[in-house]
């Protein structure tokens, strides 16, 4: 099975900076998640890709796949301390079970 | 508020103990899937049900078990347990119809188990 390799581990952001997060596998994308988690708390979805080349944005959060679907970013415009959370990419795999990556924890200094 | 509610939110319970967990999927939604989320495994499949059927399984031990109802809502056995197994358990739900790369789960807000 496929691993997906995230990064930074974890980062830490002045209130109002740009950020970003990377998500690479060694082998092509079919369905590429990203879900927020508030610390201890469920995930939300944010964004699925699937194209290469898509790109998607949702207020200040834009997520994009690269032309040979294997890798991934995520950026944050003007982060807020709302942006704090863990990210988390996650590849859909045959049986439709998700499979993810380790993660990035984002703390964003007021 | 993902429309995917899980009971209880939170469990203690000691060694060698047996405790379920359950899931009610989001309204409409034929599938349910569990994850197990651990400091150090991360967030792992353990099972997918299709509309009361077993459809896929992950990296389940042979002590947990799951069923889904006729009512689609879910429930997760975990049964002779060790303090490994402390750790938060997603429930998570999808329309189970259009299948593939693009179908979207939605997660719970996890039930926390802290095996003493």
């Known amino acids: 099975s496929q691993e997906l390799e995230q990064s930074p581990q974890s980062l830490i952001v002045q209130e109002g900076k740009n950020l970003t997060i990377n998500c690479t596998s060694s082998k092509t994308l079919y369905g590429l998640y990203w879900y927020k988690q508030k610390y201890g708390e469920g995930l939300i979805f944010l964004m699925m890709l699937q194209k290469g080349g898509e790109e998607k944005s949702h207020e200040k959060i834009t997520a994009k796949l690269d032309e040979k679907k294997q890798q991934s970013s995520l950026h944050i415009t003007a982060s807020q301390p709302s942006h704090a959370g863990i990210y988390l990419c996650g590849e859909k795999a045959a049986g439709n079970k998700l499979t993810f990556g380790g993660g990035t924890r984002v703390l964003v200094k007021p | 508020d993902s429309g995917v509610t899980q009971t209880p939110k939170h469990l203690i319970t000691a060694t060698g103990q047996r405790v379920t967990l359950r899931c009610s999927p989001r309204s409409g939604d034929l599938s349910v899937y569990w994850y197990q989320q651990s400091l150090d495994q991360g967030l792992q499949f353990l099972i997918q049900?299709?509309?009361?059927?077993?459809?896929a399984k992950g990296n389940i031990l042979e002590r947990f078990s799951a069923q889904q109802f006729p009512d689609l809502h879910s429930e997760l056995n975990l049964s002779s347990l060790e303090l490994g197994d402390s750790a938060l358990y997603f429930c998570a739900s999808s329309d189970g119809t259009s299948g593939g790369a693009s179908e979207t789960q939605y997660f719970g807000p996890g039930t926390r188990l802290l095996v003493l």
């Open positions: 049900y299709y509309n009361g059927e077993e459809r």
